[in-house]
């Protein structure tokens, strides 16, 4: 008989429902969710006691850079160094970029990007990236959808980098229509950027300090009203990244409520910190797109994690480090974006809301986990423990209090934007397709690499996800 992994007696948690139960894992899948206590026992059994603790499943984080370049910037982490922060901090699948820098093409970026994967160790999904329109898209579109890859980034900002024009968005949303995919949209309005950036350096307020004056509110709004009609117009799924602003979480949710399957994504940083941050003495560590935004703005936003019109969180993992944000920090329109959040992406969520204000459990595995593999086709393999997905479970602690300081974090840069921070909850023991991979905060990988899952083309029925009743 193949070894077996029995979780006792833990809190077993899903996006519907939680009960305790013994979890059973063999062959790198869930085996079994039988009655506390009944699991089996006996020689090629490892018994984990997971009394007092949550049994979740592994988090999905739908938006991770990793090695991501930026113009003159790349960000420091491979997909090791990537995956091994993920899992520390419950994370066991990623969905990372694979964006075409000037004149490359999207199918062979993500063909090199795919084959990462295998450097990591844990499993990995990817969105493509189309950045201009050809007569070639159609055709690269139904190969990515072949090799299982059926979400596509565009970007409505980073003018010469990664832009697309709304007509590129627009026909690349058509095709994905027909094909299963979805688009997947940054939104900020370039034009207004560009002026108010134009407007800031005049003023000579262009400086990581006055980050959030140089992208406004407003230009998000304008793109992601924008992008629904196009969404609208074509009958087609859409996908908004980091949604920074209520305004934007409220467009999206009247576009579902009109039928439109739209889903929309917050990440950890927009639901926690604010703009003061920008005052401190770091602000360069803290320049990201959208910014961060003021506290009446987070605690608005915040709504969306009760009410529905959060779909999924996720980190926006960008491995800068300090020298690299250094470097340009008098000048933002030249600074690598983006914070390193994958490892803190659970734990400060659960903090803050499940610990903090009382987020129901099963809201918090939706956000993290099930509602993260459902939209980029990994459901039911990701996101839930029942019979048949993969064996990646977290044996997660709730009453675990630890002050983050960055040096014992395992992403490969010198920084967190949650430093000094006091966080309840932590994963204690990490399991990735059936075997263990972190055991009370030490790593104890065998080399199984990771892998790159296939996404299966979508298959919505509305915009709102919640409340997941059963497996699709
Ligand atoms: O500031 C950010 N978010 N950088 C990463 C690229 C992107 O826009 O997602
Ligand atoms: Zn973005
Ligand atoms: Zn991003």
Redesign the pocket.
Known sequence: MAEQIVIRNGTVVNAWARALADVVLADGRIRAVVEPGTGPGGPGVTEIDATGRFVLPGGVDPHC?VGFT?GAFTSMDNYRQATEAAVFGGTTTIVDFAIPRPGEVPLDVARIQQAKAAEGICDAALHACVVEWNDTVPGQLRELVDMGIVTVKM?TTYRGESMASDEAIFKVMRELRDLGGMAVV?CEANHIIEEQQDRCAESGHIAAEFHTETRPPIAETAAVATTIAMAESLGAPLYL??QSTVECLTLAAEARRRGVTVFSESVAHHLILDDSLYDGPHPERYV??PPLRSRAEVDELSTGVWDGSISTIGS?H?CYNTEQKLSTRHDVRAMP??LPGVEMRMPVIFSEFVVGRGLPLERFVELCCATPARVNGLWPRKGVIQPGADGDVVIWDPHQTRVVHSEELHMATDYTPYEGRTVTGWPEVVIVNGRVLVDHGTLVHDGTPGRALPAAPLKFLTGRVAPLVAPL
């Open positions: 850079h930026s970007f940054h990244v980091h990201c797109c926006d960008c974006n983006g």
